[in-house]
């Protein structure tokens, strides 16, 4: 059976850093820290108290306010960078067969803001179980794939990937396959977490996972640096219109890049550690370039999952090293997560979006917040620290790993017709 060729042709974001691709490209580009004290809610008593919020952003701008009581944050981000990315497609709909346009969706924990309040104005009444009746279908993670189905008529596969960080780079792969087997022409796929929450910041709090860097939180999302103690969690969105290739030539669409190959693993480890030698990391970037048909001397650029936590990050290039070996010192390596924070289940979509704005404008983003070198990192690989580094870019890795061992990494190459 001959598979069929996938590309990109729409892209949408709402970031910490920017709520439009256009934006969140000036955001990345420039080194822009989307890090700040929180204000969704008074963190003062928070061993954290910071996080990278999405700003400026007024969910009754896109849809009514009927409609947006309804959605969980998670949903409300979804929904918009969906449409941000079908009108950038160009895609009507009127003139589509939407029995073939699916949707598949990641999100790493769903509605938990939804959760949080209905049972903290639960628990302070008088025990009687009075409840929304919008409370389950905004709290569960497969709302947001219901909801961009029903507002633009897609009735092809849809459901919902959960994997924690590694969400939404298996909602791609998904999305992919289904596609290169002809089981669909178009997906709308991405991720969409809203974790900023009481819940969300005590929760990975308690673990010790994320910084506390609270005298400095711009500066507080540091991979790769020596004096990294933890992620920066962020919120947002991001989406891919995936498309088989013939199909997008028959309507015209632009194209961003080509889909060509993804990988998926399991550490088979811990609940939350990464192995110590970083054996599924290895094993998923080498079933990626497997599966792309490509070697490893052909990647240019890999946008790392680099979270900025003292153990995952020596891991990850330990991986690099060994699967690239002599050509990882001639890659650009960097981490927008010092930038955005860590978008859990939405990272892998976000990062996804930075890479394809990387191979266009052939500019690869920063990893920001670099201090002080590491000696457990080679000096001679290329971490792109501080500031943007033009380079020629054919193809780009995208890697996500998530608490459970999870693992995937997704290559995109630029497109030849």
């Known amino acids: 059976m001959q598979l069929k060729r996938v590309v990109v042709t729409g892209l949408g974001a709402l970031t910490p850093i920017g709520n439009t691709v256009q934006e969140y490209w000036h955001g990345l580009s420039n080194g822009v820290s989307g890090a700040a004290l929180v204000t969704k809610f008074d963190p003062e008593k928070f061993r954290t108290k910071f996080a990278c919020e999405v700003k400026n952003f007024n969910i009754e701008d ?32 009127e003139q589509l067969n939407r029995d073939r346009i699916g ?77 290169r087997l002809g089981k669909a022409d178009i997906f709308v796929s991405g991720g969409a977490e809203a974790a900023v929450t009481q819940a969300g910041m005590g929760g990975f709090s308690v673990m010790k996972a994320m910084s506390e860097r609270n005298d400095d939180p711009a500066t507080a999302s540091r991979p790769f640096d020596k004096d990294r103690d933890g992620f920066v969690l962020g919120e947002g969105a991001a989406c891919l219109i995936l498309e088989e ?48 048909g490509i070697t490893a001397d052909k990647i240019d650029y890999i946008n790392v999952h680099g979270t900025s936590t003292p153990i995952g990050d020596p891991q990850e ?70 500031k943007a580094q033009a380079r020629k870019i054919d193809y780009v890795m995208s890697n996500g790993f998530g608490f459970g061992g999870h693992n995937s990494s997704v290559i995109f190459k630029k497109f030849e017709a």
């Open 245 to 292: 290739l013939e199909h997008a030539k028959a309507r015209g669409a632009k194209i961003y890049a080509e889909l060509i190959g993804g990988g998926m693993t399991a550490d088979a480890y811990h609940i939350s550690a990464p192995h110590p030698e970083g054996i599924g990391v290895k094993m998923v970037m080498e079933h990626a370039l497997q599966d792309a």
């Open 62 to 93: 896109f849809v009514e306010k009927k409609e947006a009581k309804r959605m969980d944050w998670f949903t409300q981000y979804a929904l918009v960078v969906a449409g941000e990315a079908i009108r950038d497609a160009g895609m009507d709909l």
């Open 317 to 386: 290039v330990k991986a690099i090293q060994a699967v690239f070996g002599e050509h990882a010192y001639k890659l650009n390596i960097s981490s927008t997560k010092s930038m955005t924070g860590h978008l859990l289940g939405a990272a892998g979509a976000i990062e996804a979006v930075a890479s394809l704005l990387a191979m266009q404008n052939q500019i690869v983003p920063p990893t920001i917040n670099h201090f002080t070198d590491d000696e457990a990192f080679d000096p001679n690989l290329n971490f792109t620290f501080n």
């Open 103 to 179: 949707v598949i969706w990641a999100s790493g924990i769903g509605g938990l803001r939804t959760f949080e309040d209905e049972v903290t104005y639960y628990a302070q009444k008088d025990g009687t179980p009075r409840f929304n009746p919008f409370f389950i279908p905004k709290m569960i993670a497969n709302m947001a794939s219901g909801y961009i189905s029903i507002k633009y008529g897609l009735r092809g596969i849809n459901f919902t990937t959960v994997s924690a960080c590694a969400s939404s780079n298996h909602a791609f792969i998904d999305a992919f396959n289904y596609i």
